[in-house]
């Protein structure tokens, strides 16, 4: 299958962001009182909504969480933002997608604003038509929210000519509800069982897989 349009998640697939985020979520914690030493435990907020993570795993009220989100804003603005880096691959893989003509569009659940400056930061904002994220006021945080909002702004364009690119199951199913194709990376932060159970068109484990996929 040949895809035309090709939205690519962030976190955990086209960057490794694990140290900015878990030390983010650490300074977060600290605030509730709450000290983790380990930041591999806090891998799991890598990718779905931080609200919805300090809920989940910590217990947080809904308002809690919201609090959290400032406080992880707080470490994240000044440091963890750039506490992150491009996997090997991937920015050849962007260059020969641009160059064969593939219009590519980063969705992901970081605020645009932030996803913005980390993708200038890398050098990576001239493979993209756009940059689509949440919102700092806490809106359309949900996967498949903000690729509905990106297919709103693609007119003309066959739903079957676009596919999803990422490592959790909230691209995998934000896709599904928008009847579009994914792609699973297995480089990222879901857990193999994760990811089978969202049931992706394709499965791969390395830049290199996806790349003969996405070129075809």
């Known amino acids: ?14 960057t490794d962001p694990k140290v900015g985020i878990t030390k983010s979520v650490q300074y977060a914690l600290a605030k509730f009182n709450i000290y983790e ?9 890598i990718g779905p909504p931080l609200v919805e993570s300090f809920q989940e795993f910590y217990s947080l009220s809904k308002e809690q969480a919201a609090a959290g ?5 707080e470490y994240f603005t ?7 880096a491009v996997y090997p691959g991937i920015k050849e893989m962007l260059a020969l997608l641009a160059a064969a003509g593939k219009q590519l569009i ?14 200038e930061y890398f050098g990576l904002t001239q493979f993209f038509r756009s940059i689509v994220g949440s919102n700092l006021d806490g809106s ?7 690729i509905d909002y990106i297919l709103s702004g693609l007119a003309g364009i066959d739903r079957k000519n ?13 896709a599904q509800k928008n009847d579009v194709a994914a792609i699973a990376v297995t480089y990222g932060y879901g857990t193999a069982a994760e990811l089978q159970a969202a049931k992706p068109a394709y499965t791969v484990s390395t830049v290199n897989e996806l790349a003969e996929i996405l070129q075809a």
């Open 162 to 174: 676009v596919v999803m690119v990422g490592d959790r199951k909230h691209d995998i199913i934000g």
């Open 69 to 73: 989100v400032g406080y992880y804003r």
């Open 78 to 84: 000044k440091a963890g933002i750039f506490e992150n």
């Open 1 to 14: 299958m040949s895809y035309e349009v090709i939205l690519f998640d962030l976190d955990g697939t086209l």
């Open 106 to 119: 980063i969705a992901t659940s970081k605020p645009t604003l932030y996803s913005e400056q980390i993708v």
């Open 37 to 45: 030493s380990e930041l591999d435990k806090l891998v799991p907020f």
């Open 140 to 146: 359309r945080i949900d996967k498949a929210e903000i």
